[in-house]
């Protein structure tokens, strides 16, 4: 994953030798046959930097450890009168949860509202924590939380973000936007969890999109998938899908 500064900076750089190699080019001769070679070589240029770009510079992980997680680890909570197979799919590296907003919580006893959602069972006290992932949203899906930071001192969590008409924001907060138009694409989330310092950082596509407090507690993990909420009038159908999961830290 490449950041917006790295593809930016990418760009420059073969735009730099395009003009480059026109020069060279142009002083050497005018003949149509360089004329015909020219496009050729900045193609290639243009697919050598592409090719880095897919590659990434893991800047966002830099100094921390991924945490090796076994599948038993990622624990799907789901309505609990429907199986498995009725609400969630994992197939071809892609996890997808979809839920009704009539469904069931995921017990009898449980006062939340309908989710199907996979708990990260790497639960920390300490340190600096990252969740990674990459998040698509079908068009359509409204009044959902899609990823958690659970723990907090005085509620449930330290971190939501939901979605809203194809904007993905903090908690229910239309205002702060940590992603707009998500719907129909692929959205790479970063999100940095430093407990002692109580601060949380959101990153969408490379790119810091949001800073906020922590909220205390004594332990937390991280959540994704999709969580019906109560604000701004949720979709009778929520979905999100999800590939590359990972957990990071540094202690």
Do not use: C
Request: proline share 3%; charged share 15%; no cysteine.
């Amino acid at each position: 994953m490449v950041t917006t500064a790295s593809a930016r900076h990418i760009e420059r750089i073969n735009s730099f030798f395009s003009a480059l190699l026109f020069t060279q080019v142009t002083d050497m001769a005018g003949s149509s046959f360089f004329s015909l070679l020219l496009p050729v070589v900045v193609l290639a240029f243009a697919s050598s930097f592409a090719a880095v770009a897919r590659a990434g510079d893991g800047s966002l992980t830099a100094g921390f450890t991924r945490v090796p997680l076994k599948e038993s680890q990622f624990v799907v909570q789901k309505p609990y009168d429907v199986s498995l197979t009725d609400r969630y799919e994992f197939a071809g590296g892609v996890r997808r949860m979809w839920v009704f907003a009539t469904d069931k919580p995921t017990s009898a006893t449980h006062p939340g509202g309908a989710r199907t959602e996979i708990k990260i069972n790497e639960i920390y006290t300490s340190g600096v924590w990252q969740f990674e992932g990459d998040m698509y949203v079908p068009a359509g899906t409204s009044g959902v939380s899609v990823m958690q930071v659970f723990g907090a001192a005085a509620h449930a969590t330290t971190l939501m973000l939901h979605v809203y008409g194809g904007n993905l924001t903090y908690y229910h907060d239309l205002s702060r936007v940590v992603a707009a138009g998500v719907y129909g694409r692929w959205v790479r989330l970063n999100v940095v969890h430093d407990v002692a310092a109580a601060s949380v950082a959101v990153f969408a596509d490379g790119e810091r999109r949001l800073s906020a407090a922590g909220q205390g507690g004594t332990a937390h993990y991280f959540k994704f998938g999709v969580y019906k909420q109560s604000h701004h009038d949720p979709s009778h159908r929520m979905e999100s899908r999800w590939k590359n999961v990972a957990v990071y830290t540094k202690r």
